[in-house]
């Protein structure tokens, strides 16, 4: 019998892969609901704080504040995105109890409710770094649980985690296996398993099942053809990109400050609750929450908006990033980039709105992450636009090249410095340096 048969019949083989795809499907319940929940609480929050003006300047200081007090209390190793602390679990060696720090089944409870609470209290909260968070940690707990080999633990269930997490937030599983090999493998090179291929589907099937789309934002068979519109590609890749490096900057370079002079977290987290709610006041509430619907409108030319929404938008999610509160970067990344999109095709109308509006959501998601294939691949499979893989494809090369010019390391390669272990001959020569 050959190794492949001994391993098709093996009860323990079996016993994984149940083990793998059950993980998928809890995970894409689960993302599923916070899917949901998240609309909610953003449109909750929008309209609450447009009746009433008065109530951002209470709730949102206060209720970051509150929310960042949870997290560092309560659910240690939940703050931010949670991929910087998949990806340090993922490339070092850690043992057991120190992986747990990282990701965990108290970490995934953490990563459920308190990016609501976030945006119950107005902040810019993605979802797609705590899915990914949750996804890793739910199948780290289920490898514990059923005693997986150390190998299994090390690598294989945290990569399908945060993969299943990522496909279902989006309901892209392209975009899941992509952002496996690029952005949590980090090398062309990395394997990807069967398994974790089909923990991938399983959670973006489920994802489906409930949310009933695959389409985020349009169904339209968007078309560049060939000739002057061309033109679009360059300007919104290069800006896009340009705009992502930046953000990009200001996040690792702000995080950076605000952990050398170890400012009090709760304090940080009510200024920047303050900050939210100034941004959501001049916005008219735009840039709180998500970001979803109004990057949805905007595509779809249901929305006008001021054009210093981007602007507005990206403070937002860096005011949110800094208060340390569970909270991804993704979804408002492309609301973002829904708003510069616009503002580019009413400046330069060189091509159709929504042509340029998807080019620069690309580029920007592109230039912040530096990750070209994870992002033209999102966007392709968010709205069917096949016609227009190549422009988007272009532009989130042209993007992650001009964003490197401003920051060179990527973005999460560059926050997981917060979360590695420091060698214990290392702590003890610092030690012994302090005492002399």
Not at 252 to 276: H, L, T
Not at 332 to 345: D, E, Q, V
Request: hydrophobic share 45%; net charge positive; aromatic share 12%.
């Amino acid at each position: 019998m050959s190794e492949y048969s001994k391993s098709f019949f093996s009860l323990n083989s079996w016993k994984q892969r149940l083990v793998f795809w059950l993980g998928a499907v809890i995970i894409g319940l689960l993302i599923s609901t916070m899917t949901l929940l998240s609309e909610w609480a953003s449109e909750f929050y929008r309209a609450v704080s447009v009746t009433y003006p008065w109530f951002n300047f209470v709730v949102a200081p206060f209720g970051l504040a509150l929310t960042a007090w949870i997290t560092f209390r309560f659910f240690p190793g939940s703050q931010g995105s949670g991929i910087p602390q998949v990806k340090t679990a993922l490339e070092l060696p850690h043992t057991q109890e120190e992986r747990s720090k990282l990701v965990s089944f108290r970490i995934a409870i953490g990563k459920t409710f308190l990016p609501i609470m976030g945006l119950l209290s107005g902040a810019s909260v993605g979802f797609g770094g705590p899915a990914t968070h949750v996804g890793a940690s739910l199948m780290a707990s289920l490898g514990k649980v059923f005693k997986f080999p150390v190998h299994y633990m090390e690598k294989g269930l945290l990569l399908a985690g945060s993969a299943a997490g990522f496909a279902a937030m989006f309901s892209a599983p392209l975009g899941g296996i992509m952002f496996a090999i690029e952005e949590m493998g980090r090398t062309l090179e990395e394997r990807i398993s069967t398994l974790v291929l089909t923990a991938i589907i399983f959670s973006g099937v489920t994802a489906y099942s409930i949310l009933n789309h695959t389409i985020y934002f349009t169904d339209n068979q968007l078309s560049l053809p060939w000739g002057n519109g061309w033109l679009a590609i360059p300007l919104c890749g290069i800006t896009g990109g340009l705009l992502g490096g930046i953000f990009s900057k200001i996040v690792v370079s702000g995080q950076n400050y605000i952990k050398k002079k170890a400012f009090p977290i709760v304090k940080v987290a009510f200024i920047c609750g303050c900050v939210i709610a100034l941004l959501g006041y001049l916005s008219q509430g735009e840039s709180f929450g998500t970001g979803y619907q109004l990057a949805r409108n905007i595509l779809q030319d249901k929305a006008t908006v001021d054009p210093l929404f981007p602007l507005y938008k990206m403070l937002a999610t860096i005011a949110t990033f800094f208060s340390g509160i569970p909270s991804g970067i993704f979804v408002p990344s492309i609301a973002t980039g829904a708003g510069l999109g616009a503002n580019l095709a009413a400046w330069f109308p060189i091509a159709p709105t929504s042509v340029m509006i998807l080019l620069t959501i690309t580029a920007y998601f592109s230039g912040m992450l530096q990750s070209p294939l994870t992002s033209f691949v999102v966007v392709l499979e968010m709205t069917h636009s096949h016609d227009l893989s190549i422009p988007l494809m272009t532009a989130a090369f042209l993007a992650s090249g001009t964003s490197k010019l401003i920051n060179p390391e990527p973005l999460y390669r560059a926050l997981c410095n917060a979360y590695r272990v420091q060698p214990k001959n290392v702590k003890q020569d610092d030690a012994q340096k302090k005492k002399k």
